[in-house]
């Protein structure tokens, strides 16, 4: 009877689904027939499930509980689950520092640029800022990004892309599409931990791939390939969240040759982009937006606050996106942020701020590395670019610990199994290199490590 509960309420049954019959969910259960035909009685006089003669058991729908994501899927520690993560970087007081969090300070944004942008919105027709947004988005953007994109040797057309509200809900409306409850979709292990919690809500089952420096694993991609027979994989190729890696070339053909084989759609989030020194290899340049859908944002760039993503992918994939979209948003995203957006990119502003940000990060990064040195903390690899530091403890330390710790300080950290999904990452913390620049950091870090080691 608890087996059939929580499947109702982890949707992995819904109303009108047929149960297992008695003989095959006995044998599920290592119990006897009989056992079974007791259970399914007693949730039937609950009125969870009802017979049909001849027919078999059915879920009634009357006790569906809530969608609780927080409680589906594997039971986590709170300080590794992916909601409480979020929550605690983004509801956390200004005084708090935030090294674990995963945006620059707002003092390394162009604001000059967006200042004056905003001012020019001000003069803009009324339809800008009264009206909603069109169904594909801003015309002016999306051939920004075409243009971006043909300098990279990607050939794509305005039909080819979408804009969105965010990145995130780039992958939810893909995932809407392509998904379907009790689907296998592939992630990195480790990998950005709000991919966990998104795949968790469209239900699916979550297989992790271990993670090297040059990529995924790829006998592992292969064996998840052939025994999971996923839908989907999920991934950054360059500049990966958590640990800064970019895709080797040999990595990215045998993944993307191992998927074309096997029918599988991959997700490439460009999101770190343009926070590369130069170029790395891509998988939507070696496809062709055939079966790799490209993704991305400029929440890490420019502004989270004027929220805005896209989705570039074949043409029969945007129609049924934009129905979507239609359906869940009414529309694409503001006017008022993709013309802000749009300003800023087409300007040389956008390429000298980046520029600067790159050269203060790379600084940031050598810095932070040898302050974190002396406290026993190495780098898995130093990252080309982008601003996280994906570090091993010394031996002994759990990172989940010192998360939790360190929050009671003030100080918000990214504990390594917030990312994992075999949960295998508890040596490591991801550190944000731009939110790092005061000592009170370092300090807590250490004091928070010294216990830990006494004890």
Not at 22 to 32: E, G, L, T, Y
Not at 73 to 78: A, E, F, S
Not at 376 to 404: N, Q
Request: aromatic share 8%; net charge positive.
């Amino acid at each position: 009877m608890r087996s059939v509960r929580v499947k109702i309420a982890n949707r992995a049954l819904a109303p009108g689904d047929r149960l297992p019959s008695v003989r095959r969910f006995a044998k599920i259960m290592s119990v006897s027939p009989s056992t079974v035909v007791e259970a399914y009685a007693r949730l039937e006089a609950e009125g969870i499930v009802r017979a049909r003669r001849g027919s078999g058991f059915y879920v009634t729908g009357a006790d569906l509980p809530p969608m609780l994501l927080a409680e589906m899927g594997p039971r986590r520690d709170r300080d590794v689950d992916p909601f409480w993560v979020s929550r605690q970087s983004l509801d956390a007081d200004p005084s708090v520092l935030k090294p674990g969090c995963g945006w620059l300070p707002a003092d390394w944004m162009p604001n000059i640029a967006l200042r004056k942008g905003l001012r020019a919105l001000s003069r803009a027709d009324e339809a800008v800022l009264a009206d909603y947004g069109s169904t594909r988005g801003s015309l002016e953007l999306r051939r920004l990004l075409i243009g971006r994109f043909a300098d990279q040797g990607i050939s794509a057309t305005a039909d080819q892309i979408l804009l969105t509200g965010s990145g995130t809900q780039a992958i939810d409306l893909i995932c809407r599409l392509l998904l379907r409850p009790g689907d296998a979709v592939l992630v990195d292990d480790p990998c950005y931990f709000n991919f966990h919690a998104l795949l968790r809500a469209h239900q699916v089952k979550i297989v992790g791939i271990p993670f090297t420096p040059t990529g995924p694993d790829t006998s592992a991609f292969e064996q998840a390939l052939v025994g999971e027979n996923p839908r989907l994989y999920i991934t950054n190729s360059a500049l990966h969240n958590p640990t800064g890696a970019s895709i080797s070339p040999q990595t990215a053909y045998r993944v993307l040759s191992a998927a074309t084989a096997h029918g599988l759609t991959i997700v490439e989030d460009e999101i770190f982009a343009d926070f590369e020194p130069s170029l790395s290899p891509r998988l939507a340049i070696l496809d062709g937006l055939n079966r790799v859908i490209r993704i991305g944002s400029f929440s890490k760039t420019l502004s989270a606050s004027m929220r805005c993503g896209y989705i570039a992918a074949r043409t029969d994939w945007v129609e049924g996106l934009i129905d979507l979209q239609v359906a869940t948003n009414f529309g694409g995203p503001s006017p008022i942020a993709t013309r802000l957006i749009a300003d800023v990119l087409a300007g040389g502003t956008y390429r000298r701020h980046m520029e600067e940000v790159r050269r203060r990060l790379a600084n940031a990064r050598a810095e932070v590395a040898d302050r974190l040195a002396a406290l026993g903390i190495v780098p898995w690899i130093m990252p080309r670019g982008g601003f996280y530091l994906w570090c091993r403890l010394p031996d002994g330390h759990d990172s989940t610990e010192i998360a939790r710790r360190c929050m009671e300080r003030g100080v918000v950290l990214a504990p390594g199994n917030a990312f994992s999904t075999s949960q295998l990452a508890a040596p490591f913390l991801r550190f944000n290199v731009a939110q790092m620049g005061d000592s009170r950091v370092f300090s807590t870090l250490g004091q928070v490590m010294k216990r830990q080691g006494c004890e």
